[in-house]
């Protein structure tokens, strides 16, 4: 698997569990991305496992479930991400593939 899409991974989780405002279970973090169509099973599980060893992520099972929370650590990069996201343009991102590659590799800094 590519570094830059198992980042993007891992970011689709954060992003996911930020935007929640709240734990997800492990099932509809995966049943999300599997619908989407962006990996399988395996990258998801081998992406989530990543955040929960670099401590971006905590696991807690609750009735069978395995919820996922975002840590404090999880949202440091994450916000940081944003945060350099807001200050550019979005529309020369958007149409300067360029500029999209390097702010990638930047987050994909933050995550590594």
């Not at 399988?40 to 496992?49: E, L, M, V």
């Not at 905590?58 to 996922?68: A, G, K, L, W």
């Amino acid at each position: 698997m590519a570094q830059e899409a198992f980042t993007l991974y891992k970011l689709i989780i954060l992003y996911m569990l930020d935007q929640a405002g709240m734990s997800l279970t492990n099932a509809q973090i995966s049943d999300f991305i599997l619908e989407m169509g962006y990996t399988n099973y395996f990258n998801i599980q081998s992406a989530i496992t990543a955040l929960e060893e670099n401590k971006f992520i905590s696991m807690e099972t609750i009735r069978n479930s395995t919820h996922v929370h975002l840590t404090d650590e999880g949202k440091a990069p994450y916000e940081m991400s944003c945060e350099e996201l807001n200050q550019a343009a979005p529309q020369h991102l958007a149409t300067n593939s360029l500029a999209a590659d390097l702010m990638f590799a930047y987050i994909a800094q933050l995550l590594t």
